[in-house]
């Protein structure tokens, strides 16, 4: 993780949401930044015959759009916390899914599922070779914890929760088409936080911003967190893009 020259400046926008960005954020996604092929393919043998599925953060519904194509009878309910995000995964998907504006934090559905997966969303691992870590989109350790355990709250007894694995974040910027760039920028806090500033310019001029803070706990911590919820650690799928919890109770 790179350490910037100076602190990010903070804009007026809702911090920890995708709202500066929803605009751009599936040009983004649909250059490289994600093989949705895969993550179906990865997805649909976790899940296995399981039919009821909360997505945490759905976005604009790029992967429930390769899950209920591979599998239709799949009742998928996608969760996120920007209003934006949502417009635009109900343009793509109508009916085809359930849709949440919630945040995670204060989770309260009138049902259970029997799996919930979380892509690049509300929590992922980030793969260091030897070992993972795992970061949280809420950067308050109990706030995060007690997320985690409203999750577990709606899974039924056998369910699984799927999270993705990431590479470490870098600072790098690529071209998205000949008009619009995207830059990333790592601010390291120290006391296991981190800022990333999104950054989308065309022609020089930015044109969408956002700045998303995370939180980083270690593997071993969050294996012993979940067991206290009565989740087992079932370990990493065969292709190591993610890894899988099961409610035991």
């Given at each position: 993780?790179s ?5 990010p400046?903070?804009?007026e926008q809702?911090l ?7 605009d ?5 996604m649909t250059?490289g ?6 993550i179906?393919?990865?997805l649909?043998?976790?899940?296995g015959?399981r039919?009821r599925?909360?997505e945490?953060?759905?976005g604009?519904g790029l ?5 209920v194509?591979q599998?239709?009878k ?11 995000m ?6 793509r998907?109508?009916d085809?899914i359930q849709y ?7 989770l309260?559905?009138d049902q259970?599922f029997e799996?919930?997966f979380s ?6 691992f980030?793969?260091?070779g030897?070992r993972l870590?795992?970061?949280?989109h ?11 355990r409203?999750v577990?709250?709606h899974?039924?007894p ?7 694995l ?6 790098y910027?690529?071209?998205l088409?000949?008009?619009l760039?995207?830059?990333?920028a790592?601010h390291d806090?120290?006391?296991g ?5 999104y ?5 020089d001029?930015v ?6 803070r995370?939180?980083v706990?270690?593997d071993?911590e969050i294996?012993?967190?979940f ?8 370990g ?6 993610f890894f899988?919890?099961q409610?035991q109770r």
């Amino acid at each position: 993780m790179s350490q910037a020259a100076k602190e990010p400046t903070y804009l007026e926008q809702d911090l920890n949401t995708y709202s500066g960005i929803s605009d751009y954020y599936d040009v983004l996604m649909t250059n490289g930044y994600y093989d949705y092929d895969e993550i179906t393919r990865d997805l649909t043998e976790i899940l296995g015959s399981r039919q009821r599925v909360l997505e945490l953060g759905v976005g604009t519904g790029l992967v429930a759009e390769g899950l209920v194509k591979q599998n239709p009878k799949l009742s998928i309910t996608g969760l996120d916390n920007t209003e934006s995000m949502l417009t635009q995964a109900k343009e793509r998907l109508g009916d085809k899914i359930q849709y949440e504006l919630q945040d995670v934090t204060t989770l309260s559905l009138d049902q259970t599922f029997e799996a919930s997966f979380s892509v690049g969303g509300c929590w992922y691992f980030i793969d260091l070779g030897d070992r993972l870590e795992f970061c949280s989109h809420i950067d308050d350790r109990k706030t995060c914890e007690e997320s985690l355990r409203r999750v577990v709250e709606h899974l039924e007894p056998g369910g699984v929760l799927a999270l993705a694995l990431q590479g470490t974040h870098t600072d790098y910027s690529k071209s998205l088409t000949d008009e619009l760039t995207y830059s990333q920028a790592i601010h390291d806090e120290g006391a296991g936080l981190f800022t990333k500033q999104y950054t989308f310019t065309k022609q020089d001029k930015v044109v969408a911003e956002q700045f998303y803070r995370y939180l980083v706990i270690s593997d071993q911590e969050i294996h012993n967190f979940f067991l206290e919820l009565g989740c087992k650690p079932l370990g990493l799928n065969s292709t190591r893009k993610f890894f899988t919890y099961q409610k035991q109770r």
